[in-house]
């Protein structure tokens, strides 16, 4: 029942910026999650927390975009950003949304960014 729907992606320059959302829709329960979370996935590596914020506000960032993205949220934890600046060729990749509440966790569909040198 429950959908992430993420924006679009895209291609930016280095040095660029983008800013990814991430939209809950429900069926018929809603749920209140407790963490949102963006997670990425590049080509031939493992798929890696890129930023997380909980519902009492507390965020996390990955080592590799710590300075460089924010993520932020709606107060109703049904919609999360994630604003990335000073794009690194690195940072190319599939980025996931994430949702969870305890044992229920949902994923979005991904959405590609790419970043060229």
């Known amino acids: 029942q429950v959908q992430l729907e993420e924006s679009e992606g895209g291609l930016v320059e280095a040095g660029g910026s983008l800013r990814l959302s991430c939209s809950a829709s429900?069926?018929?329960?809603?749920?209140?999650?407790?963490?949102l979370a963006w997670y990425r996935q590049a080509p031939g590596k493992q798929r890696e927390l890129v930023a997380s914020i909980t519902r009492g506000g507390t965020k996390n960032y990955g080592d590799a975009v710590k300075g460089r993205f924010t993520i932020s949220r709606t107060s109703a934890m049904t919609t999360t950003f994630l604003q990335m600046n000073s794009l690194k060729p690195e940072d190319t990749a599939v980025y996931y949304c994430?949702?969870?509440?305890?044992?229920?966790?949902?994923w979005g569909q991904g959405t590609q960014v790419t970043v060229s040198s």
């Open positions: 994430y949702a969870a509440r305890g044992s229920l966790v949902y």
């Open positions: 429900y069926g018929i329960d809603t749920i209140n999650f407790n963490v």
